[in-house]
């Protein structure tokens, strides 16, 4: 028996008596707390299995199965267990690759024909099967060579593309029972500590992505660290199924897409072209409030300017480009040209600015097929986007104003949201200095504002930096739809300035800003935020009558005008039918209030209201109706 002296982070070195002894040893010897939460260590700050060796001098920080790090690890190697459940229950399929994801994980494989849904419960079972058997996940290094001759033998050949693609002298594998994967590590100690998995679904994707590459079949699952969290997670996704804005956009009438048409171009129905003016016509109101101007700038603008701009070397592959008389034009991706021109188009002056310029701008961009999704991912969208020219020392005040236009508008929809800063990606124009101006009045602004943030490195905008907003809808559910751009790139390739107090030609600082972001995409969440259900104020049918029966048409009809002459949006269903099914048809239409017309409201001059909701109020007169719905609408409920 030798002695080791290793020590947990923070704590004082400790003396340890095991000959060769792993982490896991060594961690029950020092006798930390939740000892049986242990999934994996943190050795001198890297992350490793419990199996591997502690050497004397390590400083060993225990990764829990609760941490965000430990759910990781354990939804990977849930992942090589889908693996090799699959490659038994499914002889002759080959494996690709199995990361962890949000909430679980998925693996694509090559078989002979897609996984179907039903193949999930016997792969599940198997799985369980592999759970109940305690494999422990064994590492083993070995060279370039050798991995690539196993995995030839294996006919692997994903694998053997993927070590080749490494371009290391050694990697490693694990196994479990007969299963062996190319893999970084680490893993859970062995595959009993898999309490709690699901398989959710299948999909077709693309090796590598790539369309020209073989389709694999996805299989995707969840996996929690207790059952109690697997449960509750299956009942939100339950719940989100029912909000599905695909399907509760259809049943309301809201959009449509046609395979006549194209992919990814939205057709908005009656319903939700109403939807969509309201949230203009609310959006319209509340940048005149702030002072900006209304612009409006032309679809398609001449190649030579996006090649001005940048964009056509940094953002060609997502445009769109056509010819007129032999002069090439590409239809604009982004709205930020008109307004650059609008802003040149006359000589400025530090009393002029900031100038905040406000347009529904419609654009193209190109999405890959297999990424359109809904109204959440289409190719041609319309946003609420506005640039604001201003000086230096006003960037600061207006990104702190555009924050509390966030704000404002977000309280009105009942989102809470999380703000991140994305800095400077690869492929991107502007000189370092620029950037670091630029990233600088971002942090300041939200530094300043004590407002909490993220960083994400690399994940701005081509000409500048970016605040991105995040929402979180009624199910905790993130989604990305306001950003803030700050950017010193543009007006100094546009050439703009302005004539400061000194009489000289200054440069003007630009943000390009979008509060709601694309339309497409925040009526999308907003669908499923209410499920359906959208508050008076936003519904394009507020109210319908509804007649008991024919004797009450005409005091039906009465109401219907009168309601619609106060400017609310109602309709009336007068068929021949019994109450009952009017209302409950009313009801899956998610129509506010249903004015319900009988003998006494004939009789009485007036109606008995009831929410789709259930409940009913009390009998009313029109006029009250009217000025319920209307208070309703002031007050944006
Ligand atoms: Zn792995
Ligand atoms: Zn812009």
């Excluded at 309601?563 to 998610?590: C, S």
Aim: glycine content about 8%.
């Amino acid at each position: 028996m030798s002695t080791i002296k290793v020590k947990l982070k923070g704590k004082l070195f400790e003396e340890v008596q095991a000959d060769s002894p792993t982490h896991l040893e060594v961690l029950k010897q020092l006798k930390i707390k939740n000892f049986d939460k242990v999934v994996a260590v943190k050795v001198n700050g890297e992350s490793r299995d419990l199996l591997g060796p502690s050497r004397s001098g390590d400083e060993l920080d225990p990764i829990f199965l609760d941490s965000e790090e430990g759910l990781e690890i354990l939804r990977h190697s849930t992942s090589h267990v889908m693996a090799m459940a699959v490659k038994e229950l499914f002889p002759g399929t080959k494996v690709t690759i199995g990361p962890a994801i949000e909430n679980g994980f998925y693996y694509d494989f090559d078989y002979e024909r897609p996984f179907r849904e039903e193949d999930l419960p016997r792969i599940e079972d198997k799985m369980k099967e592999i759970v109940g058997m305690d494999l422990s996940f064994k590492r083993e290094e070995m060279s370039r060579q050798d991995a690539i001759d196993y995995f030839m033998k294996e006919g692997e050949d994903y694998k053997v593309e993927l070590i080749r693609d490494l371009g290391e002298d050694r990697v490693t594998l694990y196994t479990q029972g007969n299963f062996t994967d190319l893999c970084r590590g680490p893993h859970i100690p062995s595959t009993g500590r898999i309490k709690a998995f699901h398989l959710t679904k299948v999909a077709g994707a693309y090796w590598r992505g790539d369309e020209k590459r073989a389709m694999l079949s996805r299989i995707y699952g969840v996996a929690f660290s207790d059952r109690k969290t697997l449960k509750g997670y299956l009942q939100k996704l339950e719940e989100a199924k029912k909000r599905d804005h695909v399907k509760l956009g259809h049943q309301l009438g809201l959009f449509g897409t046609y395979e006549e048409i194209g992919a990814g171009m939205i057709v908005w129905h009656p319903r939700g072209a109403m939807l969509r003016h309201i949230l203009e016509e609310f959006e319209i109101q509340e940048h005149l409030k702030r002072g900006y101007e209304l612009a409006r700038g032309p679809q398609i603008l001449k190649t030579d300017l996006w090649k001005r701009s940048g964009h056509f070397e940094n953002y060609r592959e997502n445009m769109y480009f056509t010819e007129i008389d032999k002069q090439s034009y590409g239809i604009k991706p982004m709205n930020c040209l008109s307004h650059m021109l609008i802003y040149g188009s006359t000589i400025r002056s530090y009393r002029d600015l900031p100038k905040r310029y406000f347009e529904m701008g419609t654009v193209h961009r190109h999405e890959r097929s297999g990424v359109l999704q809904g109204l959440l991912r289409v190719r041609e969208f319309t946003q609420d986007d506005a640039h604001i020219l201003c000086t230096p020392e006003q960037l600061d005040g207006e990104i702190k104003g555009v924050l509390d236009f966030v704000r404002d508008i977000m309280a009105i929809f009942d989102f809470d949201y999380e703000l991140e800063i994305s800095t400077r990606p690869e492929k991107s124009i502007g000189s370092d200095e620029d950037w670091e101006r630029a990233t600088k009045a971002l942090i300041g602004a939200m530094k300043g504002h004590q407002l909490p943030y993220q960083v994400n490195e690399g994940d701005g905008a081509f000409y500048g930096p970016k605040i991105d907003v995040k929402l979180k809808d009624a199910l905790e559910r993130k989604w990305q739809c306001a950003t803030i751009q700050c950017d010193f790139t543009l007006p100094e390739r546009f050439n703009l300035v302005y004539i400061d107090k000194d009489g000289q030609k200054h440069r003007p600082a630009m943000i390009h800003r979008v509060i709601l972001g694309a339309m497409e995409r925040f009526i999308g969440v907003l669908i499923e935020h209410y499920a359906g259900a959208f508050p008076t104020w936003l519904s394009p049918v507020q109210a319908i009558v509804l007649t008991v029966t024919d004797r009450n048409i005409p005091h039906g009809k009465a109401v219907l005008d009168g309601l619609q002459e106060a400017g609310i949006r109602v309709e009336a269903d007068f068929r021949n039918e019994k109450l009952g099914l009017k209302v409950r048809e009313a009801q899956l239409q998610k129509i506010p209030y249903m004015l319900i017309i009988g003998d006494r409201e004939s009789r009485d001059g007036g109606v008995t209201p009831r929410l789709r909701n259930g409940k009913n109020l009390s009998f009313m007169s029109q006029f009250e109706i009217i000025d319920l719905i209307q208070e309703e609408c002031k007050q944006r409920r």
